[in-house]
């Protein structure tokens, strides 16, 4: 949600300077709003009546003059009075004077204990054909073209004119370096190149520096000729999996021993692989899955097969189970060693899996203490009996979930092959 601050009045309004007050009351939940402040506005923070009397102090990420913006240093402000009436306290405040744009946050503390908290954001200024000429967000009319499809760069310029006489003042470019085996847009083969789609059809050197500069030329000329100015994205972590840089530091991509959560979602994937190549030979021709698959009745015939045959040989479920009876050992070998618990405390509700961090088959496990505790107050083949009654619950649930993700990546599968091949 988007907040509007309080304008000063103009008769408390400095020459050639806005400024807007914003006041914190104890109760305001103001970390669901975001406030907008134009860049050169001066921002004045006042207390309600509700922290008037308080030691309040307040603080923010937005940097002194001349300091890098660091975003989590928050630094304290100073209070000030206005002249009138400083005895009263009526017109203390803080103030911010927002120079540079971007998003800052701010919180206060009360007695030391930290209190309500928020987001500014001071609007960039966009400059059209003049320097002076200030285009306000609000007035951004703008269109997106894939920079992938506009071809070689001396081609650029009769494709974007067209934006502009349709009366649009941004342009909105995909990512201009080369893109990956897939094509996508935002799949980068190399983030620190320019595309060689773009090289102009005369030839040239221009890889590197002389790509951009040819850019920007055309991106200055938008502006200053036709007051259109052009926005890109940066994109640091879409990278192709044909990358260069990928293969030289493997690291930085998900695996499966940086990243052992994905250990069922990679054997999944890999199954459907090796079923998708199975079905494209014919092997399921006799099961009404054909190698084109062009009717309801192959896509019904499709599901049956996922259900049936290829998704329960991967017994997904046990990645995040319990082994119940080498927990129950070690359960025994508890109570053989300390006792039952004279007192029952805490309820069976208590006692959950707790995820095995390798994600390994059956390698969760559920805390032993807290169920020494939950079984107390009876005989030992009791509480025992109990416990595996429990983990048996415990890890049903587990399994009906599995089935669940299971049944919904069927739905997407299908979805995908009737849009692709029915649609």
Known sequence: MTGLLQGTPSGRMAAGRQIRVLILNATDKLDRTLFRVKKGFELRFKLGPSLAALPVEILTNYPEAG????????RPLSWHTGGHNEGDGGDKHCSLHLKRA???????????????????????????????????????AMQTLLAKCLGPLNEWEKQLHVAKETGYN??????????????????????????????????????????????????????????????????????????EWLKDTPECAYNLVNSPHLRPSWLLDRAIWHFGLAVAEGAYADRGLPSKISSDEHLQALRKILDETIFPPLKLWMFFQVDVNATLKRFKDLLNKEGVAAKSSGSPN????????????????????????VYGNISKEEAVSRFEQHLSELNKGKRQETASHQAQAVNCILGTVAYERLA
């Open 350 to 373: 208590d006692l959950v899996i707790v995820q095995d961090p390798r994600f390994q088959r059956l390698t969760s496990s559920v805390s032993l203490v807290k169920a020494r505790q």
């Open 67 to 74: 300091q890098p913006f660091q975003r989590h240093q928050f």
């Open 170 to 243: 941004m342009i909105h470019l995909t990512p201009l370096q080369p893109l990956g085996s897939s094509r996508s847009c935002y799949s980068l083969a190399d983030q620190l190149e320019i595309s060689p789609a773009f090289a102009p059809s005369g030839g040239g050197n221009w890889q590197g520096e002389n790509g951009w500069k040819a850019v920007g030329s055309i991106v200055e000329k938008m502006r200053k000729e036709w007051g259109v100015l052009t926005v890109t994205d940066v994109v640091y972590n879409h990278t192709a999996a044909n990358s």
């Open 102 to 140: 971007g998003s800052f946050q701010f919180y206060y503390t009360c007695s030391g204990e930290r209190g309500g908290c928020g987001a500014v954001v001071v609007d960039p200024e966009l400059h059209g054909r003049r320097d002076n000429e200030i285009i306000s967000l609000d007035a951004i």
